[in-house]
């Protein structure tokens, strides 16, 4: 993911990192093939996408790809939204050739915070240990997208970072044009979505942000449309779980397409920022909540994927993946 130009609206893009394609831990972080990454149509079918290598350890691939193949990181819409047509991240340690994720990461992370990191089949190959070495305590990972993607690592990124001990959860990155909420819920749990109070499971995530051209940027939806359709999704998610869902999203979005709703406190906020010169605080949030979550500070570091803080301590994280709502 990459950093926007308004400081209101955070960003997370991800995209596919040069490497050997090598099972086990002593595996590359986010490691793929040089010139391809994993992307899928629908469930249970992968292709390759062409990507450019911009350096030994970087790669870029275009948003346009990931409309094509229905294969979103998070942040894609925010990046297609902002005029990016690539989306761009580094191998855990290596400097960024982006220089606003340079400047977000020169300054973080945020003190006092727990570490962690969100991935997707982009990042096929994680080193979960080495991430615990160096700090992450929590990572979201894409599970599906809208009813027409799976991904074809969920499922082992979401067991391995289970033996790790790293407290983990699916996300979905959501199409709102494509079915309702209860719908897309319910595909998230067919293909290995849930939760469980283990204390080492966080509640299911959803990642809703900008709309493709085609789509528009609020799918077509009216405002009160887009809060249906939301609570059509949370709401399938408690009954099934007896947990809200976390809402990953931005200011600016969540603004412009459900009139700055103040409906979904009771879903924990995870908002995406930077850069930032505060890292105390990510700024303004929706007002639907008074306090953030997890807070996605920099699209590049020395964690895999994007890199992200919970607020409190590891204490309450461990109750976050234990209590129900």
């Known amino acids: 993911m990459r950093a926007t130009r308004n400081r209101s609206i955070g960003v997370g893009a991800a995209v596919v990192v040069l490497g050997a394609l090598v099972a086990g831990p002593a595996q590359a972080w986010g490691a793929t093939p040089a010139g391809s990454g994993p992307s899928a149509t629908s469930a249970g079918s992968t292709t390759t996408s062409s990507t450019t290598t911009t350096a030994a350890t970087t790669t870029t ?45 020169t300054g973080g992370p945020p003190p006092g915070k727990i570490r962690g990191f969100d991935i997707s089949a982009w990042q096929p190959n994680v080193n979960f240990r080495n991430a615990y070495d160096a700090g992450a305590r929590f990572a979201y990972i894409k599970a599906t997208e809208g009813v027409s993607y799976v991904s074809p690592v969920y499922k082992q990124h979401y067991e391995t970072a289970r033996t790790r001990k790293i407290i983990r959860g699916g996300y979905v990155y959501a199409q709102p044009s494509q079915a309702s909420g209860a719908a897309t819920a319910n595909f998230f749990f067919k293909n290995g979505g849930g939760w469980s109070p283990d204390g080492l499971t966080l509640p299911p995530l959803l990642d809703i942000e900008y709309g493709s051209a085609s789509q528009g940027t609020c799918y077509g939806k009216s405002l009160e449309g887009m809060r249906n359709w939301i609570k059509d999704f949370s709401n399938t998610v408690y009954a099934k779980t007896g947990r809200y869902p976390a809402i990953y999203t931005t200011t600016d979005w ?11 406190s009771k879903n924990p906020l995870f908002v995406a920022i930077y850069p930032v010169h505060d890292f105390t605080s990510p700024g303004e949030l929706g007002r639907s909540w008074s306090n953030w979550s997890f807070w996605q500070w920099a699209s590049s570091g020395p964690l895999p994927g994007d890199q992200d803080v919970y607020r409190s301590t590891g204490d309450w994280l461990k109750k976050m993946a234990t209590r129900r709502d």
Request: glycine share 8%.
């Open 254 to 264: 969540w603004k412009r397409c459900t009139n700055n709703s103040i409906q979904f």
């Open 61 to 105: 691939t275009s948003v346009a790809e990931m409309d094509r193949t229905g294969n979103h990181q998070m942040g894609a819409g925010i990046a297609r939204h902002e005029g990016r047509s690539t989306v761009q991240t580094a191998v855990p340690g290596a400097a960024s050739t982006d220089a606003t994720a340079r400047a977000a990461a």
